[in-house]
């Protein structure tokens, strides 16, 4: 069984976030801890994940927030041959985030690269991390699906969010059409 990722963002996935509850919900599900929830630094967060990828083999991500940019941040890596496919939900854009927890994150610039791998981007009207015409750019550049599922703020808790159903139907579909993906071969494989 191949195993699902959880990528919380900044602060983590509290109790009763949707992503604690996939954690207990789906027995192939395991969250990729981070040492510092509340002042992400890429490169250890990048590191991390790595490592579960190798450990792992292949892996679905379900990222939320800050966890989205980060699973975004493996596109050109080796690593990225690794994910068979990506829920992104919420993804925050690091100004705006920046602006409400100044001086907390240490992750480079938005990542805009298009994505290796088979990916659904969900979004809603109302989210102080992102707006709509910003997430609809970022779906565009990460050549993604994007579903806008209305006033849902930041699609966590304080927004209503506590086990998700629907989210467990994205994935489902995301899983299919990644059933029928041709393997991407690492980039550096190519010159070998």
Sequence with gaps: MTAVFILPGLFGSGEGHWQQHWL???PDSRCVVQDDWDNPKLDHWLSRLEEALDEAGEAYIVAH???CLLAAKLAGRDSAVRVKGALLVAPCDLRATDLLH???IDFGDMPVQRLPFPSIVVGSLNDCYMSLDRLTVLGRCWNTEVKNIGNAGHINVASGFGRWNGGYLLLQGLMARARYRKPMQ?????FL
């Excluded at 690492?186 to 190519?190: D, V």
């Design 24 to 26: 207990h919900d789906r």
């Design 65 to 67: 927030s800050l966890g």
């Design 102 to 104: 100044p001086g907390r």
């Design 186 to 190: 690492s980039p550096a494989a190519l």
